[in-house]
Protein backbone atom coordinates (compact mmCIF):
# COMPACT_ATOMS: atom_id res chain seq x y z
CA UNK A 1 0.00 0.00 0.00
CA UNK A 2 1.47 3.43 -0.92
CA UNK A 3 1.88 6.27 1.87
CA UNK A 4 1.46 3.74 4.87
CA UNK A 5 3.21 5.62 7.79
CA UNK A 6 3.57 3.64 11.34
CA UNK A 7 4.72 5.61 13.60
CA UNK A 8 4.96 6.19 17.30
CA UNK A 9 1.17 6.78 19.08
CA UNK A 10 0.33 10.06 19.92
CA UNK A 11 -1.98 11.63 22.64
CA UNK A 12 -4.34 13.37 19.73
CA UNK A 13 -4.91 9.64 18.11
CA UNK A 14 -7.15 8.06 21.45
CA UNK A 15 -10.29 8.74 19.63
CA UNK A 16 -9.30 7.08 16.10
CA UNK A 17 -7.45 4.71 17.40
CA UNK A 18 -10.52 3.18 20.03
CA UNK A 19 -12.55 4.01 17.05
CA UNK A 20 -9.87 0.92 15.10
CA UNK A 21 -9.99 -1.01 18.16
CA UNK A 22 -13.56 -1.41 18.68
CA UNK A 23 -14.55 -1.82 14.53
CA UNK A 24 -11.79 -4.41 14.46
CA UNK A 25 -12.92 -6.54 16.58
CA UNK A 26 -16.42 -6.21 16.22
CA UNK A 27 -16.31 -6.76 12.54
CA UNK A 28 -13.16 -8.72 12.23
CA UNK A 29 -13.16 -11.12 15.14
CA UNK A 30 -16.86 -12.71 14.43
CA UNK A 31 -14.80 -16.04 14.25
CA UNK A 32 -14.10 -16.06 17.82
CA UNK A 33 -16.65 -14.08 19.35
CA UNK A 34 -19.83 -15.13 17.27
CA UNK A 35 -21.39 -12.37 18.20
CA UNK A 36 -22.07 -13.38 21.67
CA UNK A 37 -22.84 -10.15 23.59
CA UNK A 38 -21.12 -10.85 26.79
CA UNK A 39 -17.94 -11.72 24.85
CA UNK A 40 -18.16 -8.49 22.89
CA UNK A 41 -19.10 -6.44 26.40
CA UNK A 42 -15.99 -7.89 27.90
CA UNK A 43 -13.49 -7.90 25.30
CA UNK A 44 -14.46 -4.35 24.47
CA UNK A 45 -14.78 -2.98 27.95
CA UNK A 46 -11.42 -0.99 28.05
CA UNK A 47 -10.81 -0.23 24.29
CA UNK A 48 -11.57 3.46 25.48
CA UNK A 49 -9.70 6.94 25.06
CA UNK A 50 -8.71 6.67 28.55
CA UNK A 51 -7.52 2.87 28.66
CA UNK A 52 -5.12 4.09 25.30
CA UNK A 53 -3.92 6.91 27.13
CA UNK A 54 -3.00 4.96 29.85
CA UNK A 55 -1.04 2.58 28.16
CA UNK A 56 0.86 5.51 26.50
CA UNK A 57 1.50 6.87 29.19
CA UNK A 58 3.14 3.47 30.16
CA UNK A 59 6.87 3.88 29.56
CA UNK A 60 7.17 -0.10 29.28
CA UNK A 61 4.79 0.25 26.34
CA UNK A 62 5.22 0.46 22.77
CA UNK A 63 2.22 1.73 21.31
CA UNK A 64 1.87 2.67 17.77
CA UNK A 65 -0.37 2.91 15.08
CA UNK A 66 -0.72 2.74 11.40
CA UNK A 67 -1.64 5.91 9.40
CA UNK A 68 -2.58 5.95 5.52
CA UNK A 69 -3.35 9.53 4.36
CA UNK A 70 -5.18 11.00 6.70
CA UNK A 71 -6.44 8.11 8.18
CA UNK A 72 -5.75 5.94 11.24
CA UNK A 73 -5.76 2.04 9.96
CA UNK A 74 -4.23 0.08 12.47
CA UNK A 75 -3.02 0.15 16.44
CA UNK A 76 -0.46 -2.27 18.06
CA UNK A 77 1.19 -2.61 21.36
CA UNK A 78 4.23 -4.45 22.70
CA UNK A 79 5.09 -4.57 26.16
CA UNK A 80 8.83 -4.67 28.18
CA UNK A 81 8.63 -8.25 28.20
CA UNK A 82 8.13 -8.40 24.47
CA UNK A 83 4.85 -9.57 24.40
CA UNK A 84 2.39 -8.61 21.64
CA UNK A 85 0.07 -6.93 23.50
CA UNK A 86 -2.60 -5.93 20.84
CA UNK A 87 -2.80 -5.66 16.69
CA UNK A 88 -5.79 -4.61 15.31
CA UNK A 89 -6.27 -3.05 11.61
CA UNK A 90 -9.21 -1.27 10.26
CA UNK A 91 -12.03 -3.45 8.65
CA UNK A 92 -11.98 -2.20 4.79
CA UNK A 93 -7.89 -2.43 5.14
CA UNK A 94 -7.18 -6.20 5.63
CA UNK A 95 -4.99 -7.90 3.75
CA UNK A 96 -3.17 -4.40 2.62
CA UNK A 97 -0.02 -5.25 4.01
CA UNK A 98 -0.84 -2.83 7.22
CA UNK A 99 -1.00 -5.59 9.99
CA UNK A 100 2.26 -6.88 8.58
CA UNK A 101 3.57 -3.05 8.96
CA UNK A 102 2.79 -2.61 12.39
CA UNK A 103 4.42 -6.38 13.42
CA UNK A 104 7.58 -5.33 11.63
CA UNK A 105 7.83 -2.31 13.44
CA UNK A 106 7.24 -4.43 16.60
CA UNK A 107 9.43 -7.12 15.96
CA UNK A 108 12.30 -4.27 14.79
CA UNK A 109 11.47 -2.37 18.74
CA UNK A 110 12.06 -6.10 20.46
CA UNK A 111 15.17 -6.16 19.21
CA UNK A 112 16.40 -3.00 19.62
CA UNK A 113 15.73 -3.38 23.54
CA UNK A 114 17.55 -6.92 23.38
CA UNK A 115 14.78 -9.38 23.41
CA UNK A 116 15.62 -12.66 21.55
CA UNK A 117 12.20 -13.99 21.30
CA UNK A 118 8.40 -12.40 20.78
CA UNK A 119 5.34 -14.09 22.75
CA UNK A 120 1.79 -13.35 21.75
CA UNK A 121 -1.67 -14.80 22.22
CA UNK A 122 -3.71 -14.61 19.12
CA UNK A 123 -7.40 -14.79 18.06
CA UNK A 124 -8.66 -17.38 15.51
CA UNK A 125 -8.83 -14.66 13.40
CA UNK A 126 -5.43 -13.67 13.44
CA UNK A 127 -3.20 -17.62 13.39
CA UNK A 128 -2.93 -17.84 9.69
CA UNK A 129 -1.62 -13.90 9.52
CA UNK A 130 0.95 -15.00 12.82
CA UNK A 131 1.83 -18.22 10.98
CA UNK A 132 2.72 -16.57 7.66
CA UNK A 133 5.12 -14.80 9.69
CA UNK A 134 7.22 -17.44 11.04
CA UNK A 135 5.64 -17.41 14.95
CA UNK A 136 5.09 -20.79 16.02
CA UNK A 137 2.21 -22.52 18.41
CA UNK A 138 3.52 -22.51 22.18
CA UNK A 139 1.00 -24.35 23.83
CA UNK A 140 -2.73 -24.78 24.44
CA UNK A 141 -5.55 -22.19 23.95
CA UNK A 142 -6.15 -20.31 27.06
CA UNK A 143 -9.66 -18.81 28.14
CA UNK A 144 -10.36 -15.16 26.16
CA UNK A 145 -12.96 -12.95 26.58
CA UNK A 146 -16.44 -14.75 27.29
CA UNK A 147 -16.55 -17.51 25.12
CA UNK A 148 -13.37 -16.58 23.26
CA UNK A 149 -9.84 -18.36 23.29
CA UNK A 150 -6.75 -16.73 23.32
CA UNK A 151 -3.90 -19.12 21.20
CA UNK A 152 -0.03 -18.70 22.50
CA UNK A 153 2.57 -18.23 19.97
CA UNK A 154 5.89 -17.85 20.08
CA UNK A 155 9.02 -16.71 17.38
CA UNK A 156 12.65 -16.43 18.19
CA UNK A 157 14.16 -12.98 16.93
CA UNK A 158 17.12 -13.73 14.62
CA UNK A 159 19.99 -11.15 14.98
C1 LIG B 1 -5.14 -10.27 11.67
C2 LIG B 1 -4.85 -8.89 11.12
C3 LIG B 1 -4.08 -8.07 12.15
C4 LIG B 1 -3.95 -9.06 9.88
O1 LIG B 1 -3.64 -7.79 9.36
P1 LIG B 1 -3.70 -7.51 7.78
O2 LIG B 1 -3.29 -6.10 7.56
O3 LIG B 1 -5.03 -7.91 7.27
O4 LIG B 1 -2.59 -8.52 7.26
P2 LIG B 1 -1.60 -8.35 6.00
O5 LIG B 1 -2.30 -7.68 4.87
O6 LIG B 1 -0.34 -7.70 6.46
O7 LIG B 1 -1.37 -9.89 5.67
C5 LIG B 1 -0.13 -10.51 5.50
C6 LIG B 1 -0.30 -11.98 5.25
O8 LIG B 1 -0.82 -12.61 6.41
C7 LIG B 1 -1.74 -13.65 6.01
N1 LIG B 1 -3.10 -13.32 6.45
C8 LIG B 1 -3.53 -12.13 6.90
N2 LIG B 1 -4.83 -12.21 7.26
C9 LIG B 1 -5.21 -13.48 7.02
C10 LIG B 1 -6.44 -14.17 7.17
N3 LIG B 1 -7.54 -13.57 7.66
N4 LIG B 1 -6.48 -15.46 6.80
C11 LIG B 1 -5.41 -16.07 6.27
N5 LIG B 1 -4.19 -15.46 6.12
C12 LIG B 1 -4.11 -14.18 6.49
C13 LIG B 1 -1.68 -13.71 4.49
O9 LIG B 1 -0.66 -14.60 4.11
C14 LIG B 1 -1.30 -12.29 4.14
O10 LIG B 1 -0.66 -12.17 2.90
P3 LIG B 1 -1.56 -12.13 1.54
O11 LIG B 1 -2.69 -11.16 1.77
O12 LIG B 1 -0.56 -11.68 0.51
O13 LIG B 1 -2.04 -13.53 1.34
C15 LIG B 1 -6.14 -8.15 10.68
O14 LIG B 1 -6.82 -8.95 9.75
C16 LIG B 1 -7.08 -7.83 11.84
O15 LIG B 1 -6.96 -6.77 12.45
N6 LIG B 1 -8.02 -8.77 12.11
C17 LIG B 1 -9.05 -8.58 13.13
C18 LIG B 1 -8.50 -8.33 14.50
C19 LIG B 1 -7.58 -9.42 15.04
O16 LIG B 1 -7.88 -10.59 15.04
N7 LIG B 1 -6.42 -8.95 15.52
C20 LIG B 1 -5.44 -9.81 16.11
C21 LIG B 1 -5.72 -9.93 17.59
S1 LIG B 1 -4.57 -11.09 18.30
Redesign the pocket.
Known sequence: MSALIVRQALPEDAANAVDVLRA??TE??VE?HQHDPETLALWLHNKTVETFLRWLGTPTTHLIVAQHSSNLV?VAAINGQSH?H????R?G???????????AELERHALDVGASQIT????I??R??YE??GYSSAGSPKPGFGISRAFPYAKALAR
Open positions: SIGCDGILLYVPFYRTGVGSALLLESSTASFRH
